[in-house]
């Protein structure tokens, strides 16, 4: 079983939907989930972290955490073209961070 | 603040060649690096973390005589993939950690580097 779960995708929404990406990961002592985005050719920037089980909220960006179900997603509101892109997860804990596989997200104008 | 550049962004070679790239922090020190490999439409692949200073710690299965990593400063980590096959051919990602950061161990990614060995 992989670490961290996150299906590939790809997703296609049209502009304005609002979009949900989610990962699942395995291991508890992991404390720390993070979501990144990778336009293509391009090293992967980060979206939003969060520590805690809950809500954080950045502009059109929602993550939100899961701890008892190990359950982590990140919800785009008024999704916009510029929003396609690869979308990774990933978990952090101890020095050590793993990354989902991506979800590859389209957003038709 | 917290810039990472790769030189060279894109390389092609011949097989059985070697290739170096450099890995950078522009604006802060960075203490970790990070070495991954992504093919195409997979996600990241750790390849190797490295310490300033200190030896890369490699990922099962990848071979150390064959990457070899040097961060033999705060700001400058190199890759050198040797004797190049057709099957290194990827995208060469570095990212690094350090005295920046909005999140704990946050890295800041480099562009990325196309290796195409023919």
């Known amino acids: 079983q992989k670490e961290v779960e996150q299906d590939p995708g790809p997703l296609s929404v049209p502009e304005g939907a609002i979009v949900s990406l989610n990962c699942t990961y395995s291991?508890?002592?992991?404390?720390?989930f993070m979501w990144y985005r990778q336009y293509s050719r391009k090293g992967p920037e980060l979206l939003m972290y969060t520590y805690s089980s809950g809500n954080k909220e950045d502009g059109r960006f929602t993550a939100q955490v899961d701890k008892s179900s190990k359950y982590i997603s990140l919800f785009i509101r008024d999704s916009q073209p510029s929003d396609s892109a690869t979308y990774l997860c990933a978990i952090a804990g101890g020095f050590k961070t793993i990354f989902g596989a991506g979800t590859r997200l389209f957003v038709k104008a | 603040g917290a810039v990472v550049s790769q030189h060279p962004s894109w390389v092609i070679c011949k097989s059985g060649t070697s290739v170096k790239i450099e890995c950078r922090s522009l604006?802060?020190?960075?203490?970790?690096m990070f070495w991954y490999r992504q093919f195409p439409k997979q996600s990241l692949m750790l390849m190797a973390t490295s310490n300033e200073g200190s030896k890369a710690t490699y990922e099962q299965g990848v071979e150390k005589d064959k990457f070899l990593i040097n961060h033999a400063s705060l700001t400058l980590s190199t890759l050198t993939v040797t004797s190049a096959h057709p099957e290194d051919s990827s995208f060469y990602i570095c990212s690094a950690s350090g005295t920046s950061g909005r999140a704990y161990n946050e890295q800041f990614f480099g562009p990325g580097t196309r290796l195409t060995v023919l």
């Open positions: 291991n508890s002592a992991f404390q720390y």
């Open positions: 604006d802060f020190q960075a203490t970790t």
